[in-house]
Each structure stands twice: as C-alpha cells, then as structure tokens.
C-alpha cells in the first residue's frame, strides 16, 4: 500500500506562482509513475503532468511552458512547480501513482489540494 499527501496549495493573483508537493509513505520501494491531476468544478479529472521512475516528465499542452514536475526519490516526494498561474488553472489538485505489488500494477491517489488563481 501507498499513502499520499498533497501540500502547498492555495490562493494566488494571476501571474503568481505556487509549489505543489506530495510526500508518498508506506511501500514507497515499488513506486512506478507518479502524476499530477487536476479536477476544476463541474469538469472531468485531467492529466496536468507526468514523470517516470527515471525521471522523464510529460506535460498536458495547456501548462507547457510553466509548470514543472519533478521527483526527489530520497525523500519520496513529488512537485509541481506552476509558474505564470492563470484563472484556468484554478482546481483540485490530485497526486497520483502507481505501484507494483505482487506483480501487478495499482493506483493510489491524494486526498488532493485546493489551487484558486485569482484575476
């Protein structure tokens, strides 16, 4: 099993920029792909950034450019660093990853956190 807890959200000007993190716990040695999504009000769940065990990111088109997810193993945590925040980018923000056990592949999710970007 695998824990995670999401941390820095908040309000911001637009403009501004925040620093995500998400501190994973429990069997941390099996992580595989870690995620960020974000979920605004009355829309589906998307895909905002993505990095692999090794370290390659991935990035939905619409925060290219500004956002910036990276990974610290050592300290098992995942960020996302949001530069240039827009109004659009107001959301939930959800940690996700997947992880081996028993030789299968589960997902785990955050309880997310709160992104308001103001205008």
């Known amino acids: 099993q695998v824990q995670l807890v999401e941390s820095g959200g908040g309000l911001v000007q637009a403009g501004g920029s925040l620093r995500l993190s998400c501190a994973a716990s429990?069997?941390?040695?099996?992580?595989?792909?870690m995620r960020w999504y974000r979920q605004a009000p009355g829309k589906q769940r998307d895909m905002v950034a993505s990095i692999t065990s090794g370290g390659r990111a991935n990035y939905a088109d619409s925060v290219k450019g500004r956002f910036t997810i990276s990974r610290d193993n050592a300290k098992n945590t995942v960020y996302l660093q949001m530069n240039n925040l827009k109004p659009e980018d107001t959301a939930v923000y959800y940690c996700?990853?997947?992880?081996?056990?028993?030789?299968?592949?589960?997902?785990?999710w955050g309880q997310g956190t709160q992104v308001t970007v103001s205008s």
């Open positions: 429990g069997s941390i040695f099996s992580i595989n792909t």
């Open positions: 996700y990853c997947n992880a081996w056990r028993s030789g299968l592949l589960f997902d785990y």
